[in-house]
């Protein structure tokens, strides 16, 4: 059965345009060109997704999407505004939007969106069983089995083949590069160079040239002329890590290449013309960034033109086990050792523990098993960090008072985080939501410092 999309806008060339475009894809399309008319729609029937204006006569967009939300909690809407502001963006996204979509805009970019929201919806609302480990799937270099993961790859299925700019969000250690590559590969650029930055890594004075090149004697060192990413991605694609970690000259920059698909490199004055698919990816929330005013609202747009979200290894616990025997098996065969797998006790172990570093530290964590154990089979010994004994889900001894627990619960769960980012206080600070200063004076208090 077709999908059924509401579109409630009052610009009747685009409502037009998106009705029929939506219709070309096989979509059941409503239209409605005010908000009482879309009240009416929401009211009489139940719609897999919607496109709603923010600036409507009558009943606004943003009521609409409560209403829309109220009355259908899996589905998908998205918003459109003329008028935008990050403090719009940011109320409708906290009340269910799915995405923001700033006019003028391509009207394909949100066709395309639109498809990997309603195939993720598919995979969401399924009613299938768990399913189990005949099941495991690989996607690129992506093992899973879960849901949650299933619809990932799913929408990165759907974006691959278009040109559209994808803003890949996640945790440390969730797997951004790996999507930029999945989505690299299944491009028409796969034939071409996937150039990979990462901005955090870069001290803010050298990014501007690291990406953009450099002409002979721009600086003091500047001995010769210098290609950037940017030039070197020509065809194919540039990955951003850390985009939140560009200074506002870098900002400025960037936005351009976006926009005219041209710059000039520090030093020059020659205008080099680009042909680049950028992929960005950030731990952090975008929309934060902008009101902090660390980022400017703009670019903001232009990188989040389609957004993968990573889900935290905590929250796709059935993907731990199909990962750890993968990791298992590729660290195993270069050692020629014969490790038939995980006892029931290492198996507990690895569902018990909550992986603040997500994909990166189990595979760490394997890693270290695989090459230190003399056993055939891995136990929490070969699992557990060599400073803390290692436990069995409810097993061990306990404190005997309760502050006394909490004090151990907490001493524990912040060595993991900085095993985690191999020591990195400020990435551990901005995992745990909390100042530096903060950290430091937990990490004394708990005797870790």
């Not at 685009?14 to 005010?34: C, F, I, P």
């Not at 003329?82 to 700033?102: H, M, R």
């Not at 926009?259 to 950030?282: C, H, M, P």
């Not at 609202?297 to 905590?314: A, G, N, Q």
Request: with cysteine.
């Amino acid at each position: 059965m077709a999908k059924s999309v509401l579109v409630v806008e009052d610009e009747r060339i685009l409502r037009v345009t998106l009705a029929n475009d939506l219709k070309e894809e096989g979509y059941e399309v409503t239209s409605a060109a005010d908000g009482d008319e879309g009240f009416k729609q929401i009211r009489r029937r139940r719609f897999d997704a919607a496109l709603l204006d923010l600036k409507l006569p009558g009943v606004d967009g943003l009521q609409l999407l409560k209403m829309f939300k109220a009355s259908n909690p899996h589905g998908a809407a998205v918003m459109m505004t003329a008028y935008g502001t990050i403090q719009s963006a940011v109320a409708a996204l906290k009340a269910g939007a799915a995405d923001y979509f700033l006019k003028p805009f391509p009207t394909e970019d949100l066709v395309v969106l639109l498809r990997g929201l309603l195939a993720h919806q598919g995979v969401a609302t399924s009613s299938e069983p768990d399913v189990g480990p005949a099941k495991i799937k690989q996607f690129g270099d992506l093992v899973y089995v879960s849901r949650k993961m299933a619809a990932v790859c799913d929408l990165i299925a759907t974006v691959a083949p278009s040109d559209a700019t994808v803003l890949v969000q996640g945790e440390t250690g969730t797997g951004k590069e790996l999507t930029a590559r999945a989505i690299h590969r299944q491009s028409s650029r796969r034939e071409q160079p996937l150039v990979c930055v990462s901005c955090a890594a870069i001290p803010e004075t050298l990014l501007e040239s690291e990406l953009f090149g450099h002409e002979r004697g721009a600086f003091t060192g500047a001995v010769q002329e210098r290609r950037g990413r940017f030039e070197l991605a020509h065809g194919g694609t540039l990955f951003l890590d850390e985009v939140t970690d560009l200074g506002p000259a870098v900002q400025a920059k960037l936005l351009r290449v976006l926009q005219e698909k041209e710059f000039e490199r520090v030093g020059g004055t020659r205008t080099l013309k680009v042909d680049v698919r950028l992929i960005s990816a950030t731990r952090k929330r975008l929309e934060d960034e902008v009101l902090a005013g660390r980022m400017r609202e703009d670019l903001f747009y232009r990188l989040k033109v389609i957004t993968v979200r990573l889900p935290p290894l905590r929250e796709r616990k059935e993907d731990i086990l199909p990962l750890a025997q993968h990791f298992l098996e590729a660290y195993r065969r270069p050692l020629r050792k014969e490790i038939r797998g995980l006892s029931p006790e290492a198996t507990r172990y690895l569902l018990a523990h909550l992986w603040p570093g997500n994909v990166r530290e189990l595979q760490a964590t394997i890693q270290r098993a695989v090459t230190l154990t003399k056993c055939d089979v891995l136990t929490p010994e070969d699992l557990s960090p060599d400073d803390l004994p290692a436990e069995s889900p409810g097993g061990g001894s306990s404190p005997h008072h309760l502050n006394e627990a909490v004090r151990e619960a907490e001493r524990r769960y912040l060595h993991e985080i900085l095993q985690s980012v191999g020591g990195q206080r400020t990435q551990a600070a901005q995992i745990l939501g909390i100042s530096r200063k903060t950290l430091w004076k937990k990490l004394k208090a708990l005797g870790l410092e």
